[in-house]
Structures are given as structure tokens and as C-alpha cells.
């Protein structure tokens, strides 16, 4: 299915609302049967229609189809946010007893999840590198039951061989998810790789102007049907009509964002490339990332997250940097039309920081929708500091 199509009319019976261009927000909790028949039938079913906005609601719905088809599965359902999307898919997909094989340093709130929530339950986690396909078959468990990407990784974009990861989970009936945030389906298609769960959150690249949350969860129907008729009804982390609205006007823009920000980071990248202050940067589609040639076999696109170290590790000279910078914000998440810095050493206690570990030294960058040049001076100026 053509994008253009998807984004611009899939799902919009627009003669149902007058022919606006723009969709209703269908600001209900509930939805009037005229027969207890017809109640009956939808309590029977209810991902087959309306009853309660914690389920579906008509608002939502245009948002659902566009994003399963964006992600070529075939259903999705769209939460408030990420965290929910994951710990929805998550649960709904194991019980007590069984074994979790996950990449090294997944979203903060899925290792949360897996170490202070699923170990409740005797459901344990083990957290490998995840680069290779032999690191995940030597990981395996009999009692393994779920295998959780993330590929890029936001932070160090470490990759994971997608294609046989899916494979190898296929032949012993393990469950798949990939957190597809940082390419979206535009730069990555996983359902096409096999994955059985796509999720992503939408309040980034999706919503693109840091102003709404949303995640994403996609896979077959009949994987959706189970999640919504317990976990999603459960949890009641649902999108509500307004934020779907805002998403849907989001999804409008989104190719014409990607491709604006994938220009300007790459001219970003140009110029930190040659910075005689910089000493190393991580971007998966530049020839120095050690997993290049995956990368480039696996996604179409890369856009506006990097991550570099300065020649002067030290926590001050990070520090510097950062406050130095003057149109660049420092603020978790990204996505927005507003370009971002992060320290990683903001998440360190001081006196734990280590300036020896690379890691701890990382500063990673987003590049909005400003105009590179403006971005550039901002960059050369804090250096210099
Ligand atoms: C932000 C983010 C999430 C969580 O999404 P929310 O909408 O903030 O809950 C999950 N994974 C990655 C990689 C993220 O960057």
C-alpha cells in the first residue's frame, strides 16, 4: 500500500463527518444500542466494535488502521504512550515460570519491567549483546518464551540481525518484539522480517511536535485480538480520542519531517566529523559504526539521533558543552520539531561517574527541524567553550 495513501486517506469515511478533510475527535466514553440483541453481540466481540472508549473509539480507530498499515501488519493498537505498549505486549505473552532473552540496555521502563516487575512472578531475563544470532541460541532456555529487540538500541544504536533472530524464535515458538522507535516503520520494516510484535512509540517521530504521547503495538490480528480482550481492557492504557487526533495530524507530516531531519543530521554529522574536539561519533549509517553494512542491510534510514564523545571526557567539560549550547535543549525524548542534547552522565551520581568508561562520557544529540547552518553555529560555539 502506497504511504501517501495510508497517511492521507486509509481509513477516513469522511462522508460520514460532513466530507472534512480533518477527522472528528470522538470525544466519548460510551456508544447506544438499540437492542439488547446488539449489546449482547458487542459484548460478545468487543474489538468488533464500539461500546467503551477504554476499548475502541471511531477517533482512534483512523489512527489504528493508518499505523498498522504503515507498519504492513495486520491490526495494531495504540496506547497512551510506549511504556504501555511494551508492558501490554510484554505480559500478555508470559506467565510464571518462563525464561526472557533480551538485548543488553533495552528502553529503561522494559528492563524495569523485566527486573522489578516480572521477577515477582519467577519470570527471569536474560540480557545478552544481542549483535550476533549465536549469542541468542546459546541464551536459550528451554522455558524461553519471549525474545525482546531493540534495534537500533537509542543510546550506542547496537543492531541485532533481525531477519535470523525471527527465524531462529520461529523454529521454537517464541514470541518476538522489536521496539522499532528509532527508525519507524518508514526507515524499518520488521513485521516483513518475521517479528511477530512491532511497537514503537509514537510520541516521538509520530507526534513530531512534543506535545502528545502514543505508543504503537502491531502484529497479526489474532496476536491484537488477545491483547485487547484482556491486557489492553485491563491495563486501560488506551489512547484517548484528543491524543489520537493530535497523532493523526502528526502522521500527515511525517515523511516530509524524516527526510528534512535525515538532510540536517547528516550535515550535523559532516560537521562533527571534522571537530578536532570531538573524538568519537555513533551514527548506524555512517562507514565508522561498527555495524554499518547490517545496518545499511536493514534499514532504509537513519535520522536524527547521534551520539558523541568529546576529546575531553571529563564530566565538566561535558557539562560545559551542554549548558553551552543555546538553541539545542537539553530534555529527554526526541522526535520533535525541537533539537535536543542529553548527557548520559545526568543519569550517574557524581561520584560513580567514570571517566574512563566511554559510556558514561556519551552526549547524544537530535536534530529537529531547525535549519542546519543555525544548528552548526550552535555546535561550533559551545566547543569552543
Ligand atoms: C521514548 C521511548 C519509549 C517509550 O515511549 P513513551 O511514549 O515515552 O512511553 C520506548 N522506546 C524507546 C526507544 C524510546 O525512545
Known sequence: MDTSYIINELAEDREHYFNAIAPPIIQTSNFR?????????AFEDEMGGYVYSRGLNPTVDILRKKLAAL????DCLVFNNGAAAIYA?????VKSGDHI??????YSWAQKTFDLILTRFGITTTYIDGTDISQFEAARQPNTTFIYLESPNSWNFAIQPIREVAQLAKAHGITTLID????????QRPIEMGIDLSMQTATKYIGGHSDTLGGVLSGSHQRMKKIFDLDYLAIGSGIQPFNAWLLIRGLRTLPARLERITHTTGEVLRFLKKHPRIDNILFPLDESFPQYSLAKEQMQGA???LTITLKEGTAESITRFCESLKHFSMAVS?????????????GIPPDQFDPANTEHQYIRIYTGLEDPQYLINDLAQALEK
Open 33 to 41: 444500542f438499540e437492542s439488547v440483541a446488539a449489546l449482547r453481540k
Open 71 to 74: 507498519d504492513g501488519a495486520e
Open 89 to 93: 505486549a510484554v505480559l500478555a505473552n
Open 101 to 106: 532473552i533480551s538485548v543488553n540496555k533495552p
Open 180 to 187: 522499532n522507535s528509532y527508525c519507524t516503520p518508514l526507515y
Open 303 to 305: 535520522c536524527g539521533l
Open 334 to 346: 526526541w522526535g520533535g520539531h525541537e533539537s535536543l542534547v542529553i548527557p548520559k552522565c545526568a
